[in-house]
């Protein structure tokens, strides 16, 4: 069974540009979720996405949105880069809202490089 | 807002050894605390603990939760090279948000 997948692996974007980062669930999972790891701040919730809507999100600016498409893959977008917007974002999926305990799997990540 | 602490925050071992990390959460409402081990990138799911399900294991790994105290621990016997990573700790809130720990970095010296 293939697991959840990003893309790209690697982005280096320059302080004001936008940046798309990309993400594809486990088969089956219609929940999909993202999450930054900043160096020396872990892992930080910033979004969570359910049957195409948006369910929760974390304490962070507006400039970060996203989406979830028909086929359950999702989009994070980062408007106005800003140098401290480097960091791995991962993306996770899991089962939907009917299923009460949903354990979370893990993306590889994509390295964000802001210069 | 919901807190979780580990520690100790970094660990070396030799290899045979039995090690033992630790989780303790503030919440406001007990939901479920799940266990990932995280080598390069992606974290890898462990367990997950519920008030329904205390206690779990997978062959040398195994893990309990104190509601009493607030806290949990992850056990890993006869500990391998291949253990060497970050093990993170997460209490799961109401609206799926996982909030997680710093991380313990276990490093396994053969």
């Known amino acids: 069974e293939a697991g959840v997948t990003q893309s790209p692996t690697h982005l280096i974007k320059t302080r004001g540009q936008q940046a798309t980062l990309r993400c594809s669930p486990i088969s089956g999972h219609t929940s999909v979720y993202w999450y930054q790891q900043a160096l020396g701040l872990g892992l930080q919730f910033l979004l969570w996405?359910?049957?195409?809507?948006?369910?929760n999100r974390g304490n962070f600016p507006p400039r970060f949105s996203g989406r979830q498409f028909p086929n359950y893959s999702s989009e994070l977008n980062v408007n106005a880069l800003e140098l401290e917007d480097s960091a791995l974002y991962l993306c996770?999926?899991?089962?939907?809202?009917?299923?009460?305990?949903?354990?979370?799997?893990f993306g590889p990540g994509t390295r964000l490089t802001v210069l | 807002e919901d807190k979780v602490v580990q520690s100790p925050l970094s660990l070396v071992v030799h290899e045979g050894d039995t090690v033992t990390l630790n989780c303790s959460y503030e919440?406001?409402?007990?939901?479920?605390l799940l266990w990932y081990k995280q080598e390069k990138k992606a974290p890898t799911f462990l367990f997950m603990l519920?008030?329904?399900?205390i206690e779990k294991k997978s062959g040398r790994l195994s893990s309990i939760l104190d509601k009493k105290e607030l806290s949990s621990i992850l056990n890993i016997t006869a500990t391998q090279t291949g253990d060497s990573a970050i093990y993170l700790c997460a209490h799961m809130e109401y609206g799926n948000k996982l909030v997680f720990g710093a991380g313990t970095i276990l490093r396994v010296k053969s």
């Open positions: 996405y359910d049957e195409g809507e948006e369910r």
């Open positions: 996770a999926s899991s089962l939907g809202l009917a299923v009460s305990y949903n354990e979370q799997f």
């Open positions: 519920t008030s329904s399900g």
């Open positions: 919440v406001t409402n007990f939901r479920s």
